[in-house]
């Protein structure tokens, strides 16, 4: 599979945008230049494994969202940021208390 360094950057570009970041914040976030991420946006450049990572991360959609464009459901980071305040020892019963959830919610037809 190839992959489009100019529609990887107008997707990137298009989250930037989406997240009210100005270039300057992103590329603080993903620890590059302003200039580095003007020439990804611009399609001029490509990055490696790390900066895909860390642009990931700081838009929050998956690696591969930003290489294809593919849509992968990605849990909500606010959800992720409470399941992390639980101890390896919780999470046996956190993960029973979300079943008796998602039971409930899909008897709702939810």
Request: charged fraction near 25%; hydrophobic fraction near 35%.
């Amino acid at each position: 599979m190839s992959y489009s360094c100019k529609d990887i950057g107008f997707r990137v570009r298009h989250l930037r945008e989406s997240n009210n970041y100005t270039r300057d914040a992103l590329a603080e976030k993903v620890n590059i230049s302003a200039k580095f991420l003007y020439e990804i946006e611009m399609g001029k450049k490509g990055f490696t494994v790390e900066i895909l990572y860390n642009l990931s991360k700081a838009l929050n959609v998956s690696c591969d969202y930003i290489l294809t464009g593919n849509e992968v459901n990605k849990i909500p980071e606010k959800i992720v940021d409470v399941l992390e305040c639980f101890s390896a020892g919780q999470m046996g019963r956190v993960q029973d208390i979300l079943r008796v959830v998602q039971e409930l919610c899909a008897g709702q037809g939810s």
